[in-house]
């Protein structure tokens, strides 16, 4: 198995992360600081990250959260912040897939399943992002379109969503965005490039999963048929 599917498995973080982890020379091989990216694990190979040894969780766990704002979504932070790691209540470890922002809210998946959290951050993937954003200003219909159509992020052009405007106050509007990628800070910079930054942004929904009743800073147990779900899309 590579390097950074041995890491993943063992619930220490995503492929992804693993790589990077090998990039900053926090991972060792039989006590030798890993260089090669590509290496394959071999049998009795004792795998070391930052100094603690991993293997593979033979149990895989799948959790969502409801994160509360001001929690870190990563395993670890150079800050000491919070972090949506220990909101989990299980000694098996896990990881978040994807990212919320630091004072984003809401719908959280964490496991230490690597081969679904690969498949979930995939572009590819497919799956519907549901958020209940409050944005500086009065957003009108046209405005809405705006959105719908697709806006230069400065990177990059959205693709098409939809928006519901729900209600305004005399200083804000709340409505929701249903959006199909996942570009870094992706609706804070939609929201901005039409003039109304976010004021306050939860995500309630992945695809048919919604956050519910489940309180903020609470998990539950995914059950095996949203597991499967996930699995399938
Ligand atoms: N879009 C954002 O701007 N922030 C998030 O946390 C998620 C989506």
Redesign the pocket.
């Given at each position: 198995m590579r390097i950074n599917q041995y890491i993943a498995s063992a619930g220490v973080c995503s492929r992804r992360k693993a790589d990077e982890l090998i990039e900053e020379k926090r991972v060792k091989v039989n006590g030798e600081v890993l260089t090669s990216p590509g290496y394959h694990v071999e049998d009795g190979d004792v795998v070391e990250v930052d100094g603690v040894n991993v293997e593979p969780a033979s149990k895989k766990v799948y959790y969502l959260l409801n994160k509360p704002t001001g929690y870190v979504?990563s395993t670890a932070d150079k800050e000491g912040r919070p972090l949506v790691t220990e909101l989990v209540p299980d000694s098996v470890r896990v990881f978040p897939v994807g990212?919320?922002?630091l004072?984003?809210s809401g719908l959280l998946i964490l496991t230490n399943d690597g081969d679904l959290s690969n498949k979930l951050m995939h572009p590819s993937h497919g799956f519907n992002?549901r958020?209940l954003v409050r944005a500086q200003g009065i957003i009108g219909r046209r405005e809405a379109e705006w959105l719908e159509k697709g806006v230069n992020i400065g990177d990059f052009v959205t693709s098409p969503a939809e928006v519901h405007l729900l209600k305004h106050d005399r200083n804000s509007t709340v409505c929701e965005i249903i959006i199909h990628e996942?570009k870094?800070?992706?609706?804070?910079?939609?929201f901005k490039a039409i003039g109304h930054p976010?004021l306050e942004?939860s995500?309630t929904g992945l695809g048919d999963l919604t956050i519910g009743k489940l309180a903020t800073g609470q998990c539950r147990k995914l059950s095996p048929a949203e597991v499967e779900y996930l699995k399938r899309v």
């Open positions: 979504t990212r919320l922002d004072n984003t992002k958020y996942g870094n800070r992706q609706v804070r910079r939609m976010v942004l995500r």
